[in-house]
């Protein structure tokens, strides 16, 4: 795609921008945002770069705007599209593995909604909050716990994440609630004309059932919002459970490598009958091992780390090959009732180790293991520690594949994954989450920023995992700005009909094509 | 909105077309449609009228074509965008209560998906099907007996309609998979200019996600077919429950007219924090006994039925003035932990009575009482009996209000519509169905079709109901033909901001304005 070919002390200029109107942009959104923030230059850099680069292409801002109202965000896109500037829009800039609050074209100016940070509702009746996209996990979760709300919430890996963020890239956590996407409810969105929508309940002024009932009359619109560029989400509705009375977080190891297909095909009947009601977290021993320790500890060589010294971390740390973590939820009864009956399920793999730890249901962060809670929905960082196993200065990307949650995938992912990994001299650090229907494959990779050969080594690596992974019939659903193309294209249905379908949406809801061009390979006409 | 306005041997002319161009186009499709078919004159109307109308407008076809396959189908949209010819899909026409296969701009050419009917897809190992849109409950309820696939459905009141045709208007059943749009899975989509699309993962060629994994790479599709004129769906994919080992069907009634708010709050945690799998059917007297009875065997005077006459029926029948009815699944453990906590909190309600009745999960329609069928996932016709309640020839029309779930919520909703239908001399037949989140307060308003008085009085009835929810901050989320433009009325938020989105998008997916015009509320430029 376009790159963009000059500089200036604003940044980088946007391809079919001038330097004059992006300087003109520039000093409009410094008149108008009377209350937000407007960085250029290396304070525009700072924070908006991607902290985990491994390309040579740039993803840099020419400038960073952060509004603090709708009005503000308005404005934002109504002097954008006048000057034909692109931007990029982020809730709080913690895509981290993927491109951070980086823009998919340099010279974009990222609109940083994290000035926007209110929590506007929090139903208990009903178990709803509402939303700006500001609102960081961690923030909801400290405003629950403050006004003692009886609700529990489900947060992703990095509790530092927004909201809106997260669930905007169908991101997810680790309780009942753990799939964001389904537990969203109603959308506040700012067009790209200025245009301010409201979805589902919430077209009509006043209705009290906007974060309630998704359906409204006519169409929806919010998965429309979902990875793409067609609008700025400005307010969302999410779900949040009722605290349950006990929680009892289980953490199945499986002994032996080939214990994967026998352990995602116990989970899976258990998951789709709703037995066991989060979804289930399957690691292998590098995976659980890079977030509690690091891998100079157990091998200091080049290359991946070989069998015998994974095998003593397992000893050790008293891992399991493949090791399961998820929970069940409720009343005493029900939790025993659940637990009788995963318990007998799993007796069918030899060897495998079932460990429980019970909690009650409104248990704080210092009454559980850091391990546990994901699934009692507290936030955390304990796993950005994964982004330092390797040494050198951490940094990591991610490779999420989907697949049905079946042993045969889940083994074919692994092997496919595992063999590209390894064959590059990284350590295969993954596993998947398994949910009632589909599994996502993650291979965490880490990388020392500062080698100019990992950099490199990776950038090589991930079209090719793409191209192995298409070529068993898998895709990722997510991906890093340097391969969004890359993804898009494997989309191939019908000639690339979704694409299309996507471009004619983009042409008539952005027809100056301002809002965040070439995410998930969705570009304006100009770019195409 | 602009009515036809010429009648010829093919039926009312559409507006925008001439009776030229409409002849030129049926002519084509029987060229075309060499497998499929193409009905005019007497033989289009016959099926594809409104069975219970109530209005003087018309809303008849000009001619029904029945293509049977997705070629058809895109032979179909070319033709009539060549000829500028109105199309109104329905997947089988069984709407009822709502216009029943008939279109909602007088001449348009009904597109009748009925004969594509193949059940193409199912899987037991993670609980799906995939299918066309002429396939019925009732079919794919044949299809999984006769195969023993240990799979439990969801069927709405009545199973002759289609899966994707109740699926696409926000149709619901009874069982735990009961809310329709959040168990379907990836959709192919013909657009108006032939275009094929596959959503989520269908999007890649030969991805076995397609029905599993909802989110795909970029924006989500799905919900843009929901009760929308944007695109034909041809195929779907639907999840379906594993078949549970126990199912407890139970029934909670309630003594006093003043249960109500104490049965939906009783109900409403239970159903968040899924102890009570399935919604719950809250009924009110004469909603249960419509269903097994008829009105002159307890009263047989015009006016509304007084309160003697339904306190009667209540005696006589066992019945409750509210009748909660839901159910529970699973092991024998978790049925029996469930149906204690449930017990236990409808000992709150003073006077309740409890009835529950034990089935096993692989239950067939002989073994289950026929009250009890929905739960159990079984397909029936009982309920057209309501239509008959009042005598003549039977019709009825729905009323179907959101609102959030909660006794406050439902009491205002069951007044203002029983006190406006009593006030036109209608019985309230009414209830609601309870789901976690939110609930839809239904009034099944039967009449007799052959009298003009009543068919006035529905007429004039149905506005003033919409207005007086609105009145009150509640909308419907589905509409007959005759109120469509009403209810988008109402979803007002900035100046209309949600029917432009709309608009914007019609226009994008549908320049010449050929799909469904008018449905719900979305019209082409040529008919705004």
């Known amino acids: 795609m376009l790159r963009s070919t000059s500089q200036s002390t604003t940044g980088p200029t946007p391809p079919g921008c001038t330097t004059d109107s992006l300087a003109a942009a520039i000093t409009a959104f410094r008149q108008t945002l009377t209350a937000g923030q407007v960085l250029t230059g290396e304070a525009a850099g700072a924070d908006h770069t991607d902290p985990y680069a491994f390309t040579e ?51 974009s100016v990222v609109v940083d909604l994290q000035r926007m940070n209110r929590v506007l509702e929090v139903n208990t009746e009903c178990g709803y909050a ?62 790209a004309d200025g245009d301010l929508v409201r979805t589902g309940m919430g077209a009509m002024d006043g209705n009290s059932a906007w974060s309630l009932y998704k359906g409204g009359f006519g169409p929806g619109h919010d998965s429309l919002m979902y990875q793409s560029n067609f609008g700025i989400v400005t307010k969302m509705g999410i779900w949040l459970m009722p605290q349950p009375e006990h929680v009892t977080v289980c953490m199945a190891k499986a002994r032996d490598e080939s214990d994967l297909a026998a352990l995602v095909d116990t989970l899976r009947p258990l998951l789709i009958e709703g037995t066991i009601q989060s979804n289930a977290v399957v690691g292998n021993t590098l995976a659980v091992a890079s977030m ?55 007796k069918g793999i030899r060897g495998l180790e079932f460990v429980t730890t019970e909690y009650a249901g409104d248990a704080t962060a210092d009454q559980v293991h850091p391990a546990d809670r994901a699934q009692m929905g507290i936030p955390s960082t304990d796993l950005i520690r994964m982004a330092g196993w390797r040494g050198g200065t951490p940094a990591h990307t991610d490779f999420s594949l989907v697949c049905p949650p ?66 068993a019939g898998y895709a990722p659903y997510r991906s890093h700005l340097a391969f969004m193309d890359t993804i898009a294209d494997q989309y191939g249905f019908n000639d690339h009909a979704n694409r299309r379908l996507n471009q004619r949406l983009k042409d008539a809801l952005d027809p100056s094509g301002i809002l965040s061009p070439g995410k998930q390979g969705i570009w304006p006409p100009l770019m195409r």
């Open 57 to 107: 292409d740039g993803f840099l801002p020419s400038a960073v705007v952060g509004p603090t109202s709708v009005e503000e965000v308005q404005d934002v896109v109504r002097i954008a599209g006048e000057h034909r500037v692109p931007l990029w829009t982020v809730s709080t800039g913690r895509n981290l593995g993927y491109g951070g609050a980086a823009p998919r074209v340099s010279g």
């Open 130 to 191: 509402l939303v700006e996209p500001g609102v960081r996990f961690s923030d909801l979760y400290e405003h629950l716990r403050s006004n003692d709300y009886p609700l529990l919430m489900s947060v992703p890996d990095l509790g530092l994440g927004s909201l809106i963020g997260n669930t905007l890239e169908r991101g997810f956590g680790y309780t009942p609630y753990g799939d964001h996407s389904t537990i969203q409810c109603g959308m506040e969105i700012v067009l």
């Open 292 to 346: 509690i320790t690091d891998r100079r500890t157990w091998y200091d060589g080049a290359g991946a780390m070989p069998e015998e010294a994974i095998a003593s971390i397992c000893h050790a740390l008293g891992l399991g090959r493949w090791n399961a973590r998820f929970a069940v939820y409720g009343s005493k009864e029900l939790v025993e009732a659940r637990l009788t009956r995963v318990r007998s399920r799993f």
């Open 406 to 471: 079946t042993g045969r995938d889940a083994v074919a992912q692994m092997q496919l994954i595992r063999k590209r990994v390894k064959g590059y001299g990284f350590d295969y650090a993954g596993g998947f989450t398994v949910n009632p229907r589909h599994a996502i494959a993650l291979a965490l990779v880490s990388f020392d920023r500062d080698s100019d050969d990992e950099r490199a080594k990776v950038a090589r690596m991930f079209p090719e995992l793409i191209s192995d992974a298409a070529t």
